[in-house]
């Protein structure tokens, strides 16, 4: 009787021992499948003007004032919106090929760039990390540099969400304007982004995330007989 008492406190001891493990093991899957976003982003996009002999209503026009960003392991797809809600551009990140496409409504061409290759030199500091919309975000400046064109010198800033997850390894082929050591310092979505060149300055801001599955398809370029290579 005895015996036969241990044999079933170890089975129930055995049985408990393997339902942990699968309550770990399922815990970490979870992690695993949630500790990335994917989804979709809004952005507003507004501009300060440095140059001023340019119309700020003609870069809302032409360049957009709202952005949908498209995020799934990397890849981005980002539809750019005018006030009037026409497309105005739309560019695909696909990691894959390491490269960055473009297009312009109107216009028959592809444009492309090799994200892995670089004209600039590109300095990344890291800056004191700071919250935003309750957003506790790392922030990273970038100054990429043209050796043969200084007007085409960039001043970026990220405010990089710690809560929205990415993974820096994607971007670790992405050395067109520092991405790869941008990311690597702070692998989040951005929640503010500030672009300044030597016409003027354009700011993104978040304004809603919806965290869902986005088909691989969205990040495809099918023609590749209109493809040209950018030269900016």
């Not at 241990?6 to 500790?35: G, Q, R």
């Not at 340019?54 to 392991?73: A, P, V």
């Not at 979505?189 to 700011?203: D, E, F, G, L, M």
Request: overall charge positive; some cysteine; charged content about 25%.
């Amino acid at each position: 009787m005895k015996k036969n008492l241990n044999i079933i406190v170890l089975a129930l001891l055995l049985t408990f021992v393997a339902s942990c493990k699968n309550i770990i093991s399922e815990s970490k899957d979870s992690d695993i499948k949630n500790e990335y976003f994917e989804g979709v982003v809004e952005y507003s996009i507004e501009y300060k003007l440095i140059d001023k002999s340019i119309s700020k209503e003609n870069l809302k026009k032409y360049l957009g004032t709202k952005k949908i960003r498209h995020f799934s392991q990397g890849n981005w797809r980002d539809e750019y919106y005018n006030d009037e809600g026409v497309l105005v551009r739309t560019s695909i990140l696909n990691q894959s090929k390491k490269k960055y496409y473009y297009t312009i409504p109107g216009n028959d061409s592809i444009y492309y760039l090799d994200i892995n290759q670089t004209d600039y030199t590109t300095l990344v500091d890291q800056k004191p990390d700071t919250t935003i919309k309750n957003h506790e975000c790392w922030v990273v400046e970038s100054l990429s540099i043209n050796q043969t064109k200084q007007s085409d010198t960039v001043l970026t800033k990220f405010y990089n969400s710690k809560e929205l997850g990415i993974n820096p390894n994607w971007y670790k082929h992405y050395v067109d304007g520092g991405y790869n050591r941008i990311y690597e310092i702070a692998p989040g979505i951005p929640v503010v982004s500030k672009y300044t060149n030597a016409i003027y300055i354009q700011i993104q801001k978040l304004v809603s995330t919806n965290s869902k599955k986005i088909d691989e398809s969205k990040f495809k370029v099918e023609s590749s007989e209109l493809l040209k290579k950018s030269n900016w």
